[in-house]
């Protein structure tokens, strides 16, 4: 994702397998989640005798708690990470010129579907109005906005891709009714004083990555009818805790022994980079707990540093060694509201999962708790990368722990 181009995975990421594909093509090979926990889902099997312990009862949906002074005190202190941004240059237009980065969004059928659905069946919406794309790309959103009967559609994007969505738009006969503007939303101005309706695919890693809401805010507040509407309309992030231990093993415990070598110096690194990978749904330990919901008719650009308690059960006796990270979408202004979910319980999409390995293994019971913080703020190294803060306390019987590590999304 990006501002004023669609969303994609950035030139540096890093990224793990997929475990879901297009469809039509063959299944590729499963990710190295996937292969892991089918390995070893059975590795510990929750015992049902009777033990001279016994396990206080836990509440399952107690919310989370914190109070104001908490919550402020903990997102205002943060810490230099080890990792050093490498440039600040703004490369990130011109990495969505490139065709292959919109195909992979463009094959993402819950992405793309769910976009059609919720323009497509509610022609009622879009008849007649004028609406504005913010990061058109290849113009997918621009044509369905057509299709389902707007005046005239508007899409700002600031890539080199907007040539090829001008000749896709006229190859389709809908160049007369779609008119790209090339630029930076800040930057330019659009023929028209307001439009009826605003669409984007804004949404990045961990939702907030790459800062493209930002820009889908200015332009809500620049140009949008008062009584607009804003397609997608709501988003929330949520968070739960994984069993990892084999992965995380291979990604931070491998540089102890680097050909006989001691590489562990660059641990602090791995564990400060947040891994984008496909967790499979049973590695999933615990209950998940909503830490951001947005409102994008309301919401600010402040409102996007946030900083939230969360609260999270266990489900079943297992290791914990990671926090993951999803979120969900809703275009709630719909006749019938369509939403999707990039959760491990939900199909594959392009955005996969964030996980944040934990420096501790927390050895838990079923029903034991794991409480704390996340806070996330802009990296002021790179507007576009996200430091995230996140907070562990956990009391059980068969261990302790407390601890909070930063992290950043690049």
Not at 169 to 176: F, I, Q, V
Not at 359 to 387: F, Q
């Amino acid at each position: 994702m990006k501002q004023q181009g669609s969303m994609n995975s950035h030139p540096g990421m890093q990224q793990g397998g997929r475990s879901g594909h297009p469809p039509g093509g063959p299944p590729p090979p499963p990710s190295h989640h996937q292969q892991q926990h089918q390995q070893h889902q059975q590795r510990w099997v929750p015992t049902t005798s009777s033990s001279s312990h016994s396990h206080p009862s836990h509440p399952a949906h107690s919310p989370p708690t914190a109070s104001p002074e908490d919550i402020k005190a903990f997102a205002g202190q943060w810490q230099s990470l080890e990792q050093e941004n490498l440039s600040s240059a703004d490369y990130y237009f011109n990495s969505y010129a490139h065709f292959g980065i919109h195909e992979e969004m463009l094959k993402d059928s819950v992405r793309t579907g769910s976009y059609q659905k919720a323009i497509l069946q509610n022609r009622h919406l879009f008849e007649g109005k004028t609406v504005l794309d913010v990061g058109s790309g290849t113009g997918i959103l621009c044509m369905f906005a057509a299709k389902a009967g707007a005046a005239h559609v508007y899409g700002i994007e600031c890539s080199e891709i907007v040539e090829i969505a001008r000749k896709v738009a006229a190859s389709n006969g809908l160049g007369e009714r779609i008119t790209y503007v090339h630029g930076k939303a800040e930057e330019i101005e659009l023929p028209v004083a307001k439009v009826d309706i605003i669409i984007s695919e804004w949404m990045g890693y961990f939702l907030l990555y790459e800062s493209m809401l930002d820009t889908v805010l200015f332009c809500r507040d620049k140009w949008l009818k008062e009584d607009g509407l804003i397609f997608p309309d709501r988003a929330s992030i949520h968070i739960a805790a994984i069993e990892d231990g084999d992965y995380k093993e291979e990604k931070v415990g491998w540089w102890s022994n680097v050909y006989s070598f001691d590489f562990s110096v660059l641990q602090r690194c791995v564990m400060e980079e947040p891994i984008v990978d496909c967790v499979e749904e049973q590695a999933v330990a615990t209950t998940s707990c909503c830490v951001l919901e947005l409102d994008l008719k309301t919401c600010t650009k402040e409102d996007l540093d946030f900083c939230a308690p969360y609260r999270i059960t266990l489900k079943r006796k297992d290791f914990l060694h990671a926090f993951i990270a999803w979120f969900d979408v809703c275009f709630s202004c719909c006749h019938k509201p369509v939403s999707f979910t990039t959760g491990p319980h939900g199909r594959y999409t392009h955005w996969k999962q964030t996980v944040f390995y934990m420096k501790d293994v927390l050895v838990c019971n079923k029903g034991d708790v794991v409480e704390g913080m996340i806070a996330t703020r802009k990296s002021s190294k790179n507007h576009r990368d996200i430091d995230i803060k996140v907070s562990y306390q956990f009391a059980g019987l068969l261990c302790n722990a407390a601890n909070t590590q930063y992290y950043r999304l690049r």
